[in-house]
T-cell receptor, first 117, second 112 residues
Framework: AQTVTQSQPEMSVQEAETVTLSCTYD???????LFWYKQPPSRQMILVIR??????QNATENRFSVNFQKAAKSFSLKISDSQLGDAAMYFC??????????????FGQGTILTVHP | DAGVIQSPRHEVTEMGQEVTLRCKPI?????LFWYRQTMMRGLELLIY????????DSGMPEDRFSAKMPNASFSTLKIQPSEPRDSAVYFC??????????FGQGTRLTVV
């Protein structure tokens, strides 16, 4: 079974600074997808970024980027130019490939990110 | 599209009562998932459906939990009888074979 571990229960950052959230995972599969989801106080789960394991290039979405280290099974999220609206719980998640696996996600425990003005 | 719609947003009930949570998936999505979020266990998949058929219910904690999907636009998660340890946020999500899952805003259930 796959497991996802987020070792940082809480992180904080000053507005406009950069912060990195860590995630490690365990799987015996070679093909899979990794995600970062954001959960603000509204509870809505929002997909931030997605990484396909077969792609060596790290995914980037505006101020959000990942550092994907497949051999180390590490998947960190970097938030640049942090904004107050980035404050939320962030979840790392894993899923297997294939259409039947869409939505079957294994989540980490989450990291609460606080952004200080 | 309005996204995945869940109701109610909040539910407070007494122990022993029946609770029904509702979900309307995104039109055209043929997969529907129920997740539960608690402080102790985090986010865990309870059950998922494909084309209205339950595919994997191995995450359903007990027989007190049941889920149905009578048609492509509606699903329910029922707890009978409810217990305080069922207190959690329950999420519904939907997807298709070409899209990642979209989540509803969740139902916060409190059993007193």
């Amino acid at each position: 079974a796959q497991t996802v571990t987020q070792s940082q229960p809480e992180m904080s950052v000053q507005e406009a600074e950069t912060v990195t959230l860590s995630c490690t995972y365990d799987t015996s599969e070679s093909d899979y997808y990794l995600f970062w989801y954001k959960q603000p106080p509204s509870r809505q789960m929002i997909l931030v970024i997605r990484q396909e394991a077969y792609k060596q290039q790290n995914a980037t979405e505006n101020r959000f980027s990942v550092n994907f280290q497949k051999a180390a099974k590490s998947f960190s999220l970097k938030i640049s130019d942090s904004q107050l609206g980035d404050a939320a719980m962030y979840f790392c998640a894993y899923r297997r490939p294939g259409g039947t696996s869409y939505g079957k996600l294994t989540f980490g425990q989450g990291t609460i990110l606080t952004v200080h003005p | 599209d309005a996204g995945v719609i869940q109701s109610p947003r909040h539910e407070v009930t007494e122990m022993g009562q029946e609770v029904t949570l509702r979900c309307k998936p995104i039109s055209g999505h043929d997969y529907l998932f129920w997740y539960r979020q608690t402080m102790m266990r985090g986010l865990e998949l309870l059950i998922y459906f494909n084309n209205n058929v339950p595919i994997d219910d191995s995450g359903m904690p007990e027989d007190r939990f049941s889920a149905k999907m009578p048609n492509a636009s509606f699903s329910t998660l029922k707890i009978q009888p409810s217990e305080p340890r069922d207190s959690a946020v329950y999420f519904c999500a939907s997807s298709s074979v070409t899209t990642e899952a979209f989540f509803g805003q969740g139902t916060r259930l409190t059993v007193v």
